[in-house]
């Protein structure tokens, strides 16, 4: 493998390594309690046949009930979905973001920020934007295929082609935010020895640039795939009038679709989500801790972009048909979504703007906003110091195996059940606290499952930036003196801070996104976005979500741009210095 | 108008004999309080302060909020609305009353939802008698004894349910004027419903036609291919915009959102409107009883019952339709042809999972 290291931590002194255990395994217990409490709950609802709080008996009925060919053809389907979302949006995430990083093509930066859009837009809008452009009917592409060639168009949103199309983009858009800040801080001295070496780029790339980024992308790659694994809201709205059933839709319609919901059939689904996925991680893990793969080492490293020549404009070209056709066509309908009278009816006189004032003067909507702002803010901020502390101890620190394995596993747990149905498994852990914890009911239930819901995506991004940071900088650091945390805040936090950044911005979309758990466990007089979401788009108010979607897509697509540029400038002042 | 409630009522003499019944159970009851009492309530809602309700329709009955924001004004006292989708509603009000741990003071249901929360849950307690709780229909007041809700359901109105059409996709000469007329094979692939085989919309649709005309119609319509969702709001929304040439049912509540578009129009049958009752419950244990009563009370009033009728709904008061507007009279007065039957909700909807695969 030309030019890549492995670092692996030197052993500490007695007290130190003592310290350093203590604080791990204070944090393995902490996760346990945020993670492991809910969890058990779901176990619980799996092997009871009532519901928490009622009369029941120990029962495998749920496991038993899933145990047929119908439930096993739906997880097997659900598995193929996953694989195909996430499998192309990470050919396309990595081919993009291999562009936006490490080329010079023109608005590098602003195409990342772009790529990233359909992240921000809630899931609902984007599977009703896809509906009006690609319904079999009635949908805008096809009418223009009509218009252009005659006949009936070729597209249909609501089928198993729609259904891959719509995780392809988030996944795309997920990984393509995860790998362009490690893939822009890539060291291209790396390339250059392989390239010394007699190999061309393209095997430059397979060999070199993939195994150095293996932490990044397989965290990337095993986050999407979960996420793809319990996709909801897509499967729902185009899935399932074609039919196709998902995991999150059958645990939906068990739990919101029956006369009286079936807890033991949705939890044990949940308890074999969590199952099936786990395994993976372990996989991901043990491939991971065989060595840690390195770019930013101590001896100088040097990022510079690829010099695309003539190829430059055509990549430009490239982008921008992407961004149109991906991003631009769903952005596109919101963006105009929250100026027409009415969603989807075009015509001179369709625009307005009192969808905005009406909004903006919605004392349930400004509310929601204002709760979701400070939840988001403090949400997103707690679960990015503590994904933080999670990738540090379970990727650079060295404590006991498996405290770091413990640490690991724990914190891809939220992340292995689907929505759904963690979403009961809260309100049924915080209600069933002892009764001196007031925690149910109040804004604090929110808080503490948010962080628990981000946890995943923030300690997954940390991980990957933190394995790339070689040891032997904090190393050198405390050699010249500097004490713990100074080494980690002047060393490694410099190194990390941007992958940290993004970790926080996609916490607090997943926070403003987050329905499940919110309508569980929203407190009275402290509604939050996507329940307002939900409200507005229960009365078929479309054009007010576009509305509440394009106020909090702007300044997160601001945010998201500026995190690029802070980067970008950094890499060049440390090249240049 | 004629009004017949259910497949098991057949003659004159059983009504008769029902009506009487609950004017002497509602008599001993005492629909109304004393005013002495009812004061007291008052009172003892002001120093309460707050009340929470639980609003289980997901926001779509823009009554609610409305009430909601007219009792504060009125009263003074913090109305705080959660909106969320009925089975949350009700397994969270489940899940509190288990835990101790009281939130909600009151929730909106349906007469299926209170008839599960009251029988198989047991976590609502009755609302007691309220001042204006005479002025709510005779028939509703039946029904509800029918089915062994009245204690512990206030219903506030009626949501009659119709037919949404394209004008551009229907013309006129092929407007449907019976349901019947939905099984004509051209409208196979152009029909968009209320999911059936969930509670809700569709199933109240399907309950009552079910009992009406038969397995055979649902069979005949299920091989009409409708496009199925529970996206009801967004489904009115589509057949503006051409997706589908019509939807049913279409529950009348949802009108008020479209009404101004030139391209729609809602039908109602010629048998009459599948309907539902709406209303509210209070659970076992509250933190706020008085102000929830209150609230109950304030449901039935002049300015929220005429706002239901503004809002398509048919209220429960009776005469409160008669200050609407002519075209909300007309389709409010439309005959209310049958609805689900609660006890039977588990039975017919693994039916209607059966035809509709």
Same mark, same amino acid.
């Given at each position: 493998?030309?030019?890549?290291?492995?670092?692996?931590?030197?052993?500490?002194?007695?007290?130190?390594?003592?310290?350093?255990?203590?604080?791990?395994?204070?944090?393995?217990?902490?996760?346990?309690?945020?993670?492991?409490?809910?969890?058990?709950?779901?176990?619980?609802?799996?092997?009871?046949?009532?519901?928490?709080?009622?009369?029941?008996?120990?029962?495998?009925?749920?496991?038993?009930?899933?145990?047929?060919?119908?439930?096993?053809?739906?997880?097997?389907?659900?598995?193929?979905?996953?694989?195909?979302?996430?499998?192309?949006?990470?050919?396309?995430?990595?081919?993009?973001?291999?562009?936006?990083?490490?080329?010079?093509?023109?608005?590098?930066?602003?195409?990342?920020?772009?790529?990233?859009?359909?992240?921000?837009?809630?899931?609902?809008? /984007?599977?009703?934007?896809?509906? !009006?452009?690609?319904?079999?009917?009635?949908?805008?592409?096809?009418?223009?295929?009509?218009?252009?060639?005659?006949?009936?168009?070729?597209?249909?949103?609501?089928?198993?082609?729609?259904?891959?199309?719509?995780?392809?983009?988030?996944?795309?858009?997920?990984?393509?935010?995860?790998?362009?800040?490690?893939?822009?801080?890539?060291?291209?001295?790396?390339?250059?020895?392989?390239?010394?070496?007699?190999?061309?780029?393209?095997?430059?790339?397979? @060999?070199?640039?993939?195994?150095?980024?293996?932490?990044?992308?397989?965290?990337?790659?095993?986050?999407?795939?979960?996420?793809?694994?319990?996709?909801?809201?897509?499967?729902?709205?185009?899935?399932?009038?074609?039919?196709?059933?998902?995991?999150?839709?059958?645990?939906?319609?068990?739990?919101?679709?029956?006369?009286?919901?079936?807890?033991?059939?949705?939890?044990?689904?949940?308890?074999?989500?969590?199952?099936?996925?786990?395994?993976?991680?372990?996989?991901?893990?043990? !491939?991971?801790?065989?060595?840690?793969?390195?770019?930013?080492?101590?001896?100088?490293?040097?990022?510079?972009?690829?010099?695309?020549?003539?190829?430059?404009?055509?990549?430009?070209?490239?982008?921008?048909?992407?961004?149109?056709?991906?991003?631009?066509?769903?952005?596109?309908?919101?963006?105009?979504?929250?100026?027409?009278?009415?969603?989807?009816?075009?015509?001179?006189?369709?625009?307005?703007?009192?969808?905005?004032?009406?909004?903006?003067?919605?004392?349930?909507?400004?509310?929601?906003?204002?709760?979701?702002?400070?939840?988001?803010?403090?949400?997103?901020?707690?679960? /990015?110091?503590?994904?933080?502390?999670?990738?540090?101890?379970?990727?650079?620190?060295?404590?006991?195996?498996?405290?770091?394995?413990?640490?690991?596993?724990?914190?891809?747990?939220?992340?292995? !059940?689907?929505?759904?149905?963690?979403?009961?498994?809260?309100?049924?852990?915080?209600?069933?606290?002892?009764?001196?914890?007031?925690?149910?009911?109040?804004?604090?239930?929110?808080?503490?499952?948010?962080?628990?819901?981000?946890?995943?995506?923030?300690?997954?991004?940390?991980?990957?930036?933190?394995?790339?940071?070689?040891?032997?900088?904090?190393?050198?650091?405390?050699?010249?003196?500097?004490?713990?945390?100074?080494?980690?805040?002047?060393?490694?936090?410099?190194?990390?801070?941007?992958?940290?950044?993004?970790?926080?911005?996609?916490?607090?979309?997943?926070?403003?996104?987050?329905?499940?758990?919110?309508? !569980?466990?929203?407190?009275?007089?402290?509604?939050?976005?996507?329940?307002?979401?939900?409200?507005?788009?229960?009365?078929?108010?479309?054009?007010?979500?576009?509305?509440?979607?394009? @106020?909090?897509?702007?300044?997160?697509?601001?945010?998201?741009?500026?995190?690029?540029?802070?980067?970008?400038?950094?890499?060049?002042?440390?090249?240049?210095? | 108008?004629?009004?017949?409630?259910?497949?098991?009522?057949?003659?004159? =003499?059983?009504?008769?004999? +029902?009506?009487?019944?609950?004017?002497?159970?509602?008599?001993?009851?005492?629909?109304?309080?004393?005013?002495?009492?009812?004061?007291?309530?008052?009172?003892?809602?002001?120093?309460?302060?707050?009340?929470?309700?639980?609003?289980?329709? =997901?926001?779509?009955?823009?009554?609610?909020?409305?009430?909601?924001?007219?009792?504060?004004?009125?009263?003074?006292?913090?109305?705080?609305?959660?909106?969320? #989708?009925?089975?949350?509603?009700?397994?969270?009000?489940?899940?509190?009353?288990?835990?101790?741990?009281?939130?909600?003071?009151?929730?909106?249901?349906?007469?299926?939802?209170?008839?599960?929360?009251?029988?198989?849950?047991?976590?609502?307690?009755?609302?007691?008698?309220?001042?204006?709780?005479?002025?709510?229909?005779?028939?509703? #007041?039946?029904?509800?004894?029918?089915?062994?809700?009245?204690?512990?359901?206030?219903?506030?109105?009626?949501?009659?349910?119709?037919?949404?059409?394209?004008?551009?996709?229907?013309?006129?000469?092929?407007?449907?004027?019976?349901?019947?007329?939905?099984?004509?094979?051209?409208?196979?692939?152009?029909?968009?419903?209320?999911?059936?085989?969930?509670?809700?919309?569709?199933?109240?649709?399907?309950?009552?036609?079910?009992?009406?005309?038969?397995?055979?119609?649902?069979?005949?319509?299920?091989?009409?291919?409708?496009?199925?969702?529970?996206?009801?709001?967004?489904?009115?929304? #589509?057949?503006?915009?051409?997706?589908?040439?019509?939807?049913?049912?279409?529950?009348?509540?949802?009108?008020?959102?479209?009404?101004?578009?030139?391209?729609?129009?809602?039908?109602?049958?010629?048998?009459?409107?599948?309907?539902?009752?709406?209303?509210?419950?209070?659970?076992?244990?509250?933190?706020?009883?008085?102000?929830?009563?209150?609230?109950?009370?304030?449901?039935?009033?002049?300015?929220?019952?005429?706002?239901?009728?503004?809002?398509?709904?048919?209220?429960?008061?009776?005469?409160?339709?008669?200050?609407?507007?002519?075209?909300?009279?007309?389709?409010?007065?439309?005959? +209310?042809?049958?609805?689900?039957?609660?006890?039977?909700?588990?039975?017919?909807?693994?039916?209607?999972?059966?035809?509709?695969?």
């Amino acid at each position: 493998m030309v030019g890549t290291q492995v670092w692996r931590p030197a052993a500490p002194g007695v007290r130190t390594s003592l310290r350093r255990q203590g604080a791990a395994t204070l944090l393995l217990l902490g996760l346990g309690l945020l993670v492991v409490y809910p969890t058990a709950f779901l176990l619980y609802g799996s092997l009871y046949s009532a519901p928490p709080g009622d009369p029941g008996s120990l029962t495998a009925q749920g496991y038993r009930a899933l145990w047929s060919g119908e439930n096993l053809q739906i997880l097997l389907e659900t598995f193929g979905f996953a694989l195909a979302g996430s499998g192309a949006g990470l050919a396309l995430g990595l081919a993009l973001g291999w562009v936006v990083a490490r080329t010079d093509v023109p608005g590098a930066t602003l195409w990342e920020a772009v790529f990233t859009l359909p992240l921000f837009i809630p899931p609902v809008l /984007m599977a009703a934007a896809w509906g !009006m452009l690609a319904a079999p009917r009635a949908g805008l592409l096809n009418a223009a295929f009509r218009a252009l060639f005659g006949g009936e168009g070729p597209f249909n949103v609501y089928s198993v082609g729609g259904v891959v199309w719509y995780l392809v983009q988030y996944s795309t858009a997920f990984q393509l935010s995860v790998l362009t800040g490690p893939l822009r801080a890539f060291d291209a001295t790396l390339e250059d020895a392989g390239r010394v070496c007699g190999a061309s780029r393209w095997r430059t790339f397979w @060999l070199v640039v993939l195994p150095v980024m293996y932490p990044v992308i397989s965290n990337a790659f095993l986050y999407s795939f979960v996420r793809g694994f319990e996709s909801f809201e897509g499967p729902l709205l185009l899935g399932l009038p074609a039919g196709i059933r998902m995991l999150a839709t059958q645990i939906y319609e068990v739990i919101h679709q029956r006369h009286r919901p079936d807890y033991p059939l949705a939890t044990a689904m949940g308890v074999v989500a969590l199952l099936l996925t786990a395994p993976l991680v372990w996989l991901q893990w043990q !491939m991971q801790r065989r060595g840690v793969f390195v770019s930013i080492t101590g001896r100088g490293y040097a990022p510079k972009p690829v010099r695309l020549r003539r190829w430059r404009w055509v990549v430009f070209g490239g982008c921008l048909l992407y961004a149109l056709l991906v991003v631009g066509l769903p952005v596109g309908q919101l963006v105009l979504g929250s100026f027409l009278r009415f969603f989807g009816l075009y015509g001179a006189n369709a625009w307005t703007l009192q969808h905005y004032q009406r909004v903006l003067r919605d004392p349930f909507v400004l509310g929601a906003l204002r709760n979701t702002l400070l939840l988001g803010v403090v949400g997103a901020t707690l679960a /990015m110091l503590l994904g933080a502390a999670v990738a540090y101890v379970s990727v650079r620190s060295r404590a006991a195996g498996w405290v770091r394995a413990g640490v690991n596993l724990l914190s891809w747990i939220p992340l292995l !059940m689907p929505g759904v149905v963690l979403g009961v498994a809260f309100l049924w852990a915080y209600a069933f606290l002892p009764r001196s914890i007031s925690l149910y009911g109040t804004v604090w239930a929110l808080l503490f499952a948010y962080v628990t819901l981000c946890l995943p995506v923030a300690s997954r991004v940390n991980a990957g930036a933190f394995a790339q940071v070689s040891g032997e900088l904090e190393e050198c650091a405390r050699v010249c003196g500097a004490d713990g945390w100074r080494t980690f805040w002047s060393v490694v936090a410099r190194l990390v801070w941007p992958s940290v950044a993004v970790s926080w911005i996609l916490s607090f979309v997943l926070i403003v996104r987050e329905v499940s758990a919110s309508i !569980m466990l929203a407190a009275p007089g402290a509604q939050v976005l996507s329940v307002s979401i939900v409200y507005l788009w229960g009365q078929g108010r479309l054009e007010e979500v576009c509305v509440v979607a394009v @106020l909090v897509l702007v300044p997160i697509f601001l945010g998201r741009y500026l995190v690029g540029r802070l980067q970008r400038a950094e890499l060049r002042r440390g090249s240049a210095g | 108008m004629h009004v017949r409630f259910g497949g098991g009522l057949r003659s004159v =003499g059983t009504v008769f004999l +029902l009506v009487l019944s609950v004017c002497l159970v509602g008599g001993l009851a005492g629909w109304s309080a004393p005013a002495g009492d009812w004061a007291a309530v008052g009172e003892a809602a002001r120093r309460e302060g707050q009340l929470v309700l639980y609003d289980g329709h =997901g926001g779509a009955i823009p009554t609610i909020q409305f009430a909601a924001e007219r009792f504060q004004r009125r009263y003074g006292i913090r109305v705080e609305v959660s909106v969320m #989708r009925a089975s949350e509603a009700v397994e969270r009000v489940r899940i509190e009353q288990r835990a101790g741990r009281p939130v909600a003071d009151l929730v909106t249901v349906g007469s299926t939802t209170a008839w599960q929360m009251k029988n198989l849950d047991r976590t609502l307690q009755p609302i007691g008698s309220l001042p204006s709780g005479r002025k709510v229909s005779a028939q509703i #007041r039946l029904q509800m004894e029918t089915w062994g809700i009245a204690d512990v359901m206030l219903t506030e109105a009626v949501q009659l349910y119709g037919i949404l059409i394209n004008t551009q996709l229907v013309p006129p000469q092929e407007e449907p004027r019976s349901w019947m007329d939905l099984l004509d094979s051209r409208w196979r692939g152009k029909l968009i419903t209320d999911d059936p085989r969930a509670p809700g919309g569709g199933f109240v649709f399907f309950a009552a036609t079910y009992k009406q005309l038969g397995r055979r119609y649902h069979e005949a319509l299920a091989a009409q291919r409708p496009f199925l969702t529970r996206a009801i709001a967004e489904a009115a929304n #589509r057949v503006a915009r051409g997706e589908f040439a019509m939807m049913y049912p279409f529950a009348l509540g949802l009108y008020p959102r479209v009404r101004e578009l030139p391209n729609v129009k809602v039908l109602m049958p010629r048998e009459g409107a599948p309907y539902v009752f709406q209303g509210v419950s209070m659970p076992q244990t509250v933190r706020h009883p008085n102000a929830a009563r209150l609230f109950a009370e304030f449901l039935l009033s002049e300015e929220v019952q005429r706002q239901l009728a503004r809002d398509y709904l048919l209220p429960a008061v009776a005469g409160a339709t008669l200050q609407a507007p002519p075209e909300v009279r007309n389709l409010l007065r439309t005959r +209310l042809w049958d609805t689900t039957d609660p006890p039977r909700a588990d039975e017919l909807l693994k039916t209607a999972a059966e035809i509709y695969r």
